[in-house]
T-cell receptor, first 113, second 118 residues
């Protein structure tokens, strides 16, 4: 049984701060890792994907992957109230073409002015 | 990016009735679409993989006779919840891959359908 664990939160940070979201996974051979943002009542939208150990930056977002420790994190710099949402971590054994990701329950982020 | 639509966006029905949800890829062809269900404050749970021109592949624990999936064309998949009951009330989301232009790992989600069964 593949498991993806996230702290449900809510994680509350002030505007302008760095928000740090964490995710751990159980299947050691996982290869693909995704972060989705989901606003209340809406479907998820892809923020970042990461496949190799280390950091990957895209604008205010940085994904960090450590396969040895089986965790992946998402950092949001200069957090804005519009970043308030639930962030879903998804983990896959490989590409979407062959493997369907397993989703975590999500971490609720609240950015207060 | 590619656009996936769902219809209806929300539906309220009486217990025992059937509800059909449509998922369309608007500007690309999708040989495979995925149907998810999400209960409040829960993760996305994959229900089934819908393959154009063939039978859907259901995840363990999902009743194929209750959740009928038809993928009649490369741009349309439908999910029919038969004899719906209050416990079927949930947020149903479809997703699709654009094989022609996207990388292996790019998946596009529809906006979701909120089903409430009274």
């Amino acid at each position: 049984q593949k498991e993806v664990e996230q702290n449900s939160g809510p994680l509350s940070v002030p505007e302008g701060a760095i928000a740090s979201l964490n995710c751990t996974y159980s299947d050691r051979v996982s290869q693909s890792f995704f972060w989705y943002r989901q606003y209340s009542g809406k479907s998820p939208e892809l923020i970042m994907s990461i496949y190799s150990n280390g950091d990957k930056e895209d604008g205010r977002f940085t994904a960090q992957l450590n396969k040895a420790s089986q965790y992946v994190s998402l950092l949001i710099r200069d957090s804005q109230p519009s970043d308030s949402a639930t962030y879903l971590c998804a983990v896959s054994l490989g590409s979407w073409g062959s493997y369907i990701p397993t989703f975590g329950r999500g971490t609720s982020l609240i950015v207060h002015p | 990016g590619a656009v996936v639509s769902q219809h209806p966006s929300w539906v309220i029905c009486k217990s025992g009735t059937s509800v059909k949800i449509e998922c369309r890829s608007l500007d690309f062809q999708a040989t495979t679409m995925f149907w998810y269900r999400q209960f409040p404050k829960q993760s996305l749970m994959l229900m089934a993989t819908s393959n154009e021109g063939s039978k859907a592949t259901y995840e363990q624990g999902v009743e194929k006779d209750k959740f009928l999936i038809n993928h009649a064309s490369l741009t349309l998949s439908t999910l029919t919840v038969t004899s719906a009951h209050p416990e079927d009330s949930s947020f149903y989301i479809c997703s699709a891959r654009d094989l022609a232009t996207s990388g292996d790992n790019e998946q596009f989600f529809g906006p979701g359908t909120r089903l409430t069964v009274l």
